[in-house]
């Protein structure tokens, strides 16, 4: 009986993933355009889940007004913060399929799916993107604020406060350590001194000791640049433990619950955003909405929706209709697409005062 039960089951399993593999296909040859989210409802970075979220639900409700119900359909899958998991998603659900599109967060994400790229599905990568992770020949785009603008911002700033020491905390991806690679190379090429750097593990909570350790030289700098739990308790040790310095850091600062929940860290804090745009400001700033932590995932579903809709589905149409954008005015800002296949957006250094964001005097 139990051989029975144990057989049973075996072929329960293998009927429901056929099951699910024929509904996926059938979904994709019935003429809806499926958009997959793979975002992080789970893991160390699922903090970001609820801002994603809120940003993909919006781009639905406005992309239903457009075109009508049941035409276009996001979809959220988990990446478990996980890459391998993002790959996993990919080759179950995606590849292969007809009338499918695939967003996912994180350059590392990108680097590691690129090899099994065919060209036969359009993917988009946002959130925190290092600069060279696009590739049009792949479909593999970059609709965000890319670490190479932000790194062009932050060693400017810097440059211009004329420090000449500094010290770096860094996230053990590949985004962090390429955005380290940038800040201390430019820094050193300009007579600086770095005088340490600490690494960031995702799953870490405690650098007071590493950073006391850093303190005892004083460095004019404190460079600071990761996401998640683990970069937020860096930034909030680095404080309480009574740096005076600049404090500078990327973008992820700018997430609401971040720096509305921490108002005497963040006001110690420089970071790098993009400027808002006007179609921004009018349709989702009163909503409450941050231009980071929304915009970027909001516009990639509403391009990809635009580019299917204009294109009765055809992927190289789609393509050449991405690879054309010029000037879109999206919630991100004034979108064009550069020939690699990722967009160049202006960007400003911020702080917080009286528990908003606001952009450091020029002069």
């Known amino acids: 009986m139990k051989k029975i039960l144990i057989v049973l089951l075996v072929v329960l399993c293998i009927f429901a993933i056929s099951w699910n593999t024929y509904q996926e296909k059938m979904k994709s040859e019935s003429g809806v355009f499926t958009i997959k989210a793979v975002i992080p409802l789970t893991g160390p970075l699922s903090i970001y889940a609820g801002d994603l979220k809120k940003g993909l639900d919006l781009a639905q409700r406005e992309i239903d007004t457009k075109y009508g119900l049941g035409k276009v359909k996001i979809e959220l899958e988990d990446s478990a913060s996980n890459p391998s998991t993002v790959i996993s998603v990919y080759q179950q659900k995606i590849a292969g ?3 499918q599109a695939m967003v996912f967060i994180y350059s590392s994400t990108a680097r590691a799916l690129k090899p099994l790229l065919d060209g036969s599905v359009i993917s988009v990568v946002t959130a925190a993107a290092g600069s060279n992770v696009a590739d049009t020949d ?3 785009y970059q609709i965000t604020l890319t670490l190479k603008d932000m790194m062009s911002s932050i060693n400017a700033f810097v440059e211009k406060k ?6 770096i905390m860094y996230s053990t991806d590949d985004y962090g350590v390429e955005g380290s690679t940038s ?13 340490d750097e600490i690494p960031i593990g995702m799953t870490e909570a405690d650098f007071r000791l590493q950073i006391l350790k850093a303190l005892e030289k004083n460095p ?8 998640g739990r683990s970069y937020f308790a860096a930034l909030t040790q680095l404080v309480s433990l009574g740096y005076k310095g600049i404090i500078i850091t990327d973008y992820s600062a700018t997430w609401p619950d971040f720096y509305k929940n921490n108002p005497e860290i963040s006001e110690h804090i420089y970071s790098v955003t993009s400027v808002e745009s006007d179609n921004f400001q009018e349709k989702y700033k009163p909503l409450g909405m941050n231009v980071l932590s929304i915009a970027p995932i909001y516009d990639i579903a509403v391009i990809l929706a635009d580019a299917y809709m204009s294109s009765n589905g055809d992927v190289e149409k789609m393509t050449a209709y991405i690879n054309n954008l ?5 919630a991100l800002g004034k ?12 960007t400003q250094i911020v702080t917080v005062r009286n528990g908003e964001l606001v952009p450091v005097d020029k002069d």
């Open 97 to 99: 399929q007809k009338n």
């Open 138 to 140: 792949k479909k593999l």
């Open 162 to 167: 004329g420090a000449k020491t500094a010290s």
């Open 183 to 195: 800040f201390r190379e430019y820094f050193q090429n300009n007579g600086g001194q770095i005088f």
């Open 220 to 227: 004019e700098v404190f460079f600071v640049i990761g996401s």
């Open 326 to 330: 010029k000037d879109y005015n999206g």
């Open 335 to 346: 979108l064009t697409m550069q020939p690699q296949g990722n967009v160049h957006l202006q």
